[in-house]
């Protein structure tokens, strides 16, 4: 009997502490986590994990859609800065913006995908 009380520990310790921020993750891109399974937005997560700044505590990246397309952003929320904010398709181009059918007010279903340890900004959408 002990060892069964032991042994539930350990797999509720092993539950609780291999949690990870893939709840924040949903399929997009024909693929179900693309954090992980799109190559240059993995890229680009290990690349600001590996390289923190002062600026970095300010930026995140968002999964959303736009116009029934799955869409990544890079944003940005310090007060001081105007930063370009751009918006990547599945394939990591970017998207113009410029183009009416195109607009920031178009995106839906915004969930924050990636953000720095230090993260600073309060979201709300």
Excluded at 35 to 45: G, T
Excluded at 79 to 104: Q, R, V, Y
Aim: with cysteine; charged share 25%; hydrophobic share 40%.
């Amino acid at each position: 009997m002990k060892k069964i009380v032991v042994l539930f520990f350990f797999a509720l310790f092993l539950l609780v502490c291999c949690s990870n921020d893939d709840d924040n993750v949903r399929p997009a891109c024909g693929v179900l986590n693309p954090v992980q399974d799109l190559a240059w937005l993995k890229s680009e997560i290990e690349r600001r994990n590996a390289n923190p700044s002062e600026d970095m505590k300010y930026c995140y990246i968002v999964q959303a859609t736009l116009n029934a397309q799955d869409v990544f952003i890079y944003e940005d929320c310090n007060p001081l800065i105007d930063k370009a904010i751009f918006i990547l398709d599945c394939e990591g181009n970017a998207i113009d913006t410029s183009d009416s059918s195109n607009s920031f007010a178009d995106l839906e279903s915004r969930k924050v995908i990636w953000k720095p340890r230090d993260f600073v900004c309060d979201l709300s959408f």
